[in-house]
């Protein structure tokens, strides 16, 4: 085995990740200490790792193995290798941990002397290995403990403010969900198991291709749920919004910018790599779900005025926009359209890895306005930008980025996901067109419902003035959180301007893992990275669209100038509709703002409002006027309680029936199945 | 000395159903003695062919432990147990000794039905032997089902005992003695066990039918 220099620094990185969990418990008395060092030695193992992903995927050559242990037991060993596809996945990982370790250097400083910092930091760092495990590991039970580990962690750091309730009850319902989505992926790996002896993963060539037809189908059902589960998509996605807000904001940050994207690696390693060859129909039900979630995640978003619940709503939106383009790719490689293919699976892809940025970046800027204003709730705050102005042109580019809008990253992949989309509709058949064209649809309404979303997030909390006290005390976050926020804004950025980096890498991901190249397709063929993108005729480049941008604001402030003459400015008491002055409550809030969605969307949301007038005369002289707006999250409603209540019900009547509580029941319980096991033997 | 062994076994089989016919619960004790009784006997059997063949004493030590333990102590204590507790004569069983007794036939049957066909006994004497005791232990389970007060659920529970304890006799001519001797002393402690709980049950619910402890269901 011949490992190279880049190599054993991923085994360092590896060892840095350790040895940050070690220093958070070996300090967990003091507190500072042990949140810095574990911090620290998490930047660099991410710096680490990140260098030595890149320079493999740069390198190349085939997979590398990490740790190879075949224990005595039967059938077990721990394999821990990557390749392409993992290296790539485990780039987004490491620039994301690069950056919340920074961010969680500040961050973490309110739980000094209130909170176990040292177990906090243990389990990060334990979290972030969990994480990198599932994308190293290198067979099926590998794979499965990983992921395993990586949910019963996580549900730690869910629950970790275990003293709210609401936090217990979202931890519940998560590990309750991840738990069903792994049972339904242990049951494919069994599957996948028994009937082909294979249990490698990692290494070249589709290793499930000896599956019968039947078994493949139910694999990737079975698959699809399970992963879909950790995913969030929807009706699956009922954990995302309550843990999401109960985690600390870096968790979140991990959780919503990697932790629900290993759903997207397994669906990539398993259904697209594992099977060698993918049905139509597989596309379309990806494609479906992806439309459902993209649309109905920004929809749901919309009436969220937590702003942590309503970035975890986004996470299903760009969760759905990934998997339009993974479907897109599904099923355009499905009818050997394999340029397109490659160019919509780079496209989910490359979202992944945008996402990872800027909705990691939200969840940091979220985090940010918690530790500032001691609240979530966006009708608490206003007027953000002058307490914290650097957090706020963050805030601005992540939003930006998520709305797809020029010129940061969320844009290009969501263009290359349209240019999939409009290059298959001319060769694809009637009904995979119309999903098509909805698919196109779905996207475009995203994209503008999100717009909506953010500008409500940055209008309402931002800019006005003060709606509560705590915003109005607000102050600028600790250098280093605003040091994490502004190195994942910066990488939107650039990899908005210049995604032929992403690409390129991409390009190697693809030919590795399924023989599809992104180039021969998308002009440029090698890496100009300055040069703009073609995907079949159309052409795109971001910086000539930064500089038209640019062009366009300087030749409009000269303009309206001249156009308007020199303003001339005189101070005079404006008319303030009879009250004595323009305050807080005279602005626009953030439920007003949304009506307009929550009126079109009727049918999802079953809005209710009710309007309490009191006092002593009502009807002419009210003292206090209450208005409350409610919303119906019909999936629970009728989906989930359904179920629930109906489990209930049996359990009930099971309890009744067979737990009576006489011994004697019990007894002839033990005598029948003593009786049946005999004549069971005797028979078969 | 196999018709003896025979005779014994099926000797035992009928004391169940004998048992099982039973009306009052001091005849319960009286029958678990004559049981117990039957299986030294046919240990004390075992223990002298063992004797003539190699001089080893074992099974008469066994002999000696089964009628000082279960023929004279634990009925004895049964019987204590007895007449501290139950005053009231009443009807102690849910169906009646007719149809029990047929259950209990149809439970011999279905028994021999079984283990003659599992074809691991290729000894038709043992084949018997086994037959009579695999149905003990089943009665004794039966009869447990079959009666509401503690002291009948305390002798089926000896009788199951018996029924294995004569399973591994005439199949394998005893298990080593240390082995024994465990399975002895934990029987012990079951049924002094068993015993305060009766006294506890009759403390709690004024009665010994386990039935009542329904009650205690959360």
Redesign the interface.
Known sequence: MNLSVTDHLFTLAIIMFFAGACFGLLFCKKHRAANTLSNLFCMAGSAMGTISVVFHLLKGGGPVTVLNSVPGIPNFSLQLKYDNLSAYFLLVLFILTFAVSLYSIGYISHYYGKRNVGIFNFLYCTFILSMMMVMLAGNLLTFFIAWELMSVVSYFLVVFEHERSENVKAGTVYIIMTHLGAALIMIAFMIMNVLTGETSIIGNGAFFTALPEAAKNACFLLLLVGFGTKAGIIPFHIWLPKAHPAASSNISALMSGFMIKTAIYGIVRFIICGFGGIKTWWGMTILILGIVAAVLGVAYALMEHNIKRLLAFHSIENIGIIFIGLGMGMIAYSKEYYPIAAVAIAAALFHTLNHALFKGGLFLGAGAIQYATHTRDIEQLGGLIKKMPVTAVFVLCFSLAISAIVPFNGFVSEWLTYQSIFAFIPKGSLCINMISIIAAAALAFAGALAAVCFVKLFGISFLGLPRSEHAGEAKEVPPTMLGGMGILAALCLVAGLFPKIILNLLDKVLIETAALKIYPNLSGGTVPVFSGLTVSGNKMSMIAILAVILALIAATVPAVRIIGGKADSRKYGTWDCGFVEINERMQYTATGFSKPIRIVFRILFRPSRTLAVKGEHPKYYPDKMEYKVGTVSVFEKYFYDVIIRGLHRFSQRVKLSV??????MY??Y??VT??AL??Y??LF | MTTYMDIISLLILVSSFVLVANKKQTSYIKTFRIQSFLIALSMAAIGFRHFQQNGRIDAFILCALIIGLKVIYIPNLLNKTYDKVEHKVEKDFYLNIPILTLLACGIAVFVYFIVTGIGQFDNRDITMQVVNMVSVVLIGIFFMITRKKAIGQIVGFLVVENGIFGTAMFAAEGMPLIVDIGIFIDLLTGVLIMGLMVFRINDKFDSINTNKLKKLKG
């Open positions: 737990q009576t509580g006489s011994i004697h007894l002839s033990i005598l003593v009786l005999m004549l033997s005797r």
